[in-house]
């Protein structure tokens, strides 16, 4: 069976086992999810499951994407994505939520990290940064000197150093699911998952256990 789902990450809370210790709890609004197409290795070369996510608006798509989702009678869906599977299980116009996973079972979760801008090298990278004594008041945060002599005279591409940070694909491996509530639509997993609040994530079967 298809152990895969969409969904938005709705917050952190803290849930007790049987023994009274405490376990960091991470809410994912799941499912329903809608199977818009089913891909094989006979006509697109691998196996996948393409799954949508959160109706919307007929207007806020193009003819194309209307066209597609009306061949597997989906209604208007704000997010595709796909999962790579050995066998699907599932076919075009099927519904999915979160009744396809069980507490115990360990899962990857894919997100979008926090977008933080420009940073320096030492938020970035954790670099040292310069002395704080001897007169040196303006290289407390600086990354200091990364080039070389004459040869090669130039700093080589992808150099760590000061620029954009976050807002990055990441993948928290193997989550173990410990909350399903079928009738909310909600999916718990121990720990922290990657982005914000309402940031869009991907549920899949772990690949490492």
């Given at each position: 069976m298809l152990?895969?789902?969409?969904?938005?990450?709705?917050?952190?809370?803290?849930?007790?086992?049987?023994?009274?210790?405490?376990?960091p709890v991470t809410l994912i609004e799941a499912g329903p999810c809608f199977i818009t197409q089913v891909r094989t290795k006979e006509s697109d070369g691998y196996s996948a499951v393409q799954m949508g996510f959160q109706e919307t608006k007929p207007k806020r798509l193009?003819?194309?994407?209307?066209?597609?989702l009306q061949r597997s009678?989906?209604?208007?869906?704000?997010?595709?994505?796909?999962?790579?599977?050995?066998?699907?299980?599932?076919q075009e116009g099927d519904v999915v939520n979160v009744s396809s996973f069980t507490v115990g079972d360990h899962v990857d979760i894919v997100g979008t990290s926090k977008g933080k801008g420009f940073q320096g090298g030492v938020k970035r990278y954790h670099f040292k940064g310069g002395p704080k004594t001897h007169g040196a008041s303006d290289r407390l945060r600086a990354p200091g000197s990364r080039g070389s002599t004459t040869t090669p005279g130039r700093v080589y591409k992808g150099a760590r150093g000061p620029g954009h940070m976050g807002n990055d694909r990441?993948?928290?491996?193997?989550?173990?699911?410990?909350?399903?509530?079928?009738?909310?639509?909600?999916?718990g997993v121990r720990g922290a998952i990657p982005g914000s609040k309402g940031g869009l994530v991907m549920i899949r079967e772990a690949r490492k256990q």
């Open positions: 152990k895969g789902l969409l969904g938005r990450k709705v917050g952190m809370t803290q849930i007790f086992d049987a023994s009274g210790a405490v376990i193009t003819g194309g994407q209307l066209g597609h009678k989906a209604p208007p869906l704000r997010f595709l994505r796909e999962f790579r599977v050995k066998e699907p299980g599932v990441v993948t928290q491996p193997n989550l173990v699911v410990v909350l399903i509530d079928p009738e909310r639509n909600l999916l």
